[in-house]
């Protein structure tokens, strides 16, 4: 079977141009989702959110809480490659993103992001994962939650059946 890269890019959420933020649904890009969302150009002002956009749009962990995403079908795996990070407030904002296969922790990576945006190239680290989590860590006095958003883009998944 033929590898399927998937690039996700959040474009088209969200899909009313009056909201600033929409939860990313179910089924977007063939992943069920936990707690994220998608914000549009111009709608932010803060500057990891403006610093990071590649298209339209791009996705964050909504309110700075653990967030995911994972694989609709029971068997199905992918390989997460690399995607573009940034802290939405905050320079050095600690983050650890998990790889899961069968509930079972199989990937880790630990790291810090300012405002201007992040490549990460996870190499094999991700491979044949069936669920990715991102936390986001550290006391922002005066900040709370919001100060642990993550904006992303372009994450880039491979896998064998169709996500």
Do not use: C
Not at 65 to 92: P, Q
Not at 111 to 132: I, K, Y
Request: proline share 5%; charged share 25%; aromatic share 12%.
């Amino acid at each position: 079977m033929a590898r399927t890269k998937t690039r996700i890019k959040f474009e088209g959420i969200p899909d009313d141009p009056g909201r600033i933020t929409d939860p990313v649904p179910d089924g977007y890009a063939g992943l069920d989702w936990t707690n994220f969302d998608a914000y549009r150009r111009g709608s932010r002002s803060e500057p990891g959110y403006e610093n990071l956009v590649v298209g339209d749009t791009a996705g964050f962990n909504g309110g700075g809480n653990l967030a995911g995403f994972a694989a609709i079908g029971v068997d199905d795996t992918f390989t997460f490659k690399r995607g573009i990070f940034a802290s939405a407030f905050v320079e050095d904002l600690a983050v650890t993103i998990r790889g899961f296969r069968d509930g079972l922790e199989v990937a880790r990576w630990d790291g810090t992001f300012g405002t201007s945006p992040t490549t990460v190239r996870f190499g094999a680290t991700f491979r044949d994962v069936d669920e990715v989590r991102f936390e986001t860590l550290g006391d922002l006095p005066g900040l709370g939650l919001v100060g642990l958003q993550l904006p992303m883009d372009n994450l880039v998944l491979v896998s064998d059946g169709i996500l």
